[in-house]
Every structure is written in C-alpha cells, then in structure tokens.
C-alpha cells in the first residue's frame, strides 16, 4: 500500500469533520493518544471530486476507525453522542449531516471474522473492494491507499491486493452497486464474484443504504 499526500482531499475532509459539532469527539481521542482514520466510501468520493471533478461533494456519511484506545475510554467519549450498534460501534447522526460511523480498529468486522492481524493496513484489505481500500490519518493528512486512486482514476472496481475475504455476499453486493450507481466497470474476476454470490436479500438490504427511502 502506498502512503500519498493529497493535499485538496485532506483540506476537504478536514473542513468537513472539524466544521461539524461532533469534532469534539475526535478531539478527545487524539487528546487520549488515539490513531483516527477516515477510511472507504467518503475518502474515495473525495478523491473523485477533488482530481476528477465527479460526484457527489456531500458523502452519505463517514466510517471512521479508532486505533489504539480502550473500550472503556472509547464509550466514554461516544456514548453520550450517538448510539451503540451491534457491532460495537456508535452511530452519530445530526440534522442535515451525513452519519458518522465510528468503531474501533480491533472490532472491524472482517478482523473479527478472519482473525487477521489488527492493522489499519488489514482493515482495508478486510474491505475487499479496491476503490473503497483508502485511509486518512487525522494527525498527518496523510493517504493510505490500496488501489482506491487508480480505480476512481479508471472507474473500475476489481479486488484489493491480498483482500482478506469473507462476507461474499455483501461484497458481490457492494461491487454491483457502485457498477449500477458509480458506473464503475468491473473487472472479469470480480464479474464472476458477484455472479457466484450475488444474493438478492442482501443486495436489497445493501441498496437500501445507498438509496434510502
């Protein structure tokens, strides 16, 4: 993976989460000696808006990860802003604003499910999608990427290097929306990924997030 300086993204994403009241969470855990990563969906329509001048400049919401912080001191910054989902994370919603979603690194779905290694590296592979295998540090701006600039670049999807799979059906999911929503080709492997393990119940419950009613 490749660690890049995106200068306009990072001014974007920063004007996004410190303009917003709930940047006081993110401040308490730097404060905490936290590690905070703006990872996936948001970071990647960042970079197709800033460099490729497409899409949508509000993001349906922020997942951001947490690394280096302790259960306890991780509900007692949130709880009393958002509410705990089942996975162990907190959703903090605001009139008008996208969401933010907030877990920590160790509780990652797909770590969790593989028991891969905890990295924030391992995080995105765990993601599956390259496009969406993208991270900010808060504390140095800086971009992990693992193959989310060439697929906006060439607005196509394929399968991160050394992806940590599990969770096929959300994934084939996940793939043939952003072709239906992005219009991002997607590659011959990953064509027959999906066609093996598109599951209709999960791509409705997938396409109800993207396309909320």
């Not at 404060?31 to 349906?60: F, H, N, S, W």
């Amino acid at each position: 993976m490749k660690q890049l300086q995106m200068n306009p993204v990072r001014d974007a994403v920063f004007t996004a989460l410190y303009s917003d009241p709930r940047a006081q969470a993110l401040n308490e855990f730097l404060r905490c000696g936290a590690e905070i990563y703006v990872v996936a969906g948001a970071l990647r329509d960042a970079i197709a808006m800033q460099y490729e001048g497409e899409g949508d400049c509000t993001p349906r919401d922020f997942d951001i990860v947490i690394g280096r912080l302790c259960r306890g001191d991780f509900d007692a910054v949130l709880q009393a802003l958002g509410r705990c989902n089942r996975h162990g994370g907190y959703l903090l919603p605001a009139e008008g604003a996208p969401n933010w979603d907030m877990w920590r690194l160790e509780e990652t779905i797909g770590l969790r499910k593989t028991g891969a290694p905890r990295s924030i590296e391992n995080v995105l592979r765990t993601f599956n999608l390259d496009c969406n295998a993208v991270a900010m540090d808060l504390r140095t701006g800086l971009v992990l990427d693992g193959g989310a600039v060439k697929a906006v670049r060439q607005r196509q999807v394929d399968f991160v290097h050394q992806a940590i799979r599990h969770s096929e059906e959300t994934f084939a999911a996940k793939a043939l929306l952003l072709n239906l929503r992005l219009k991002y080709a997607m590659s011959g492997e990953l064509r027959h990924f999906v066609k093996a393990h598109l599951h209709l119940p999960t791509l409705a419950y997938e396409a109800r997030k993207v396309f909320p009613i």
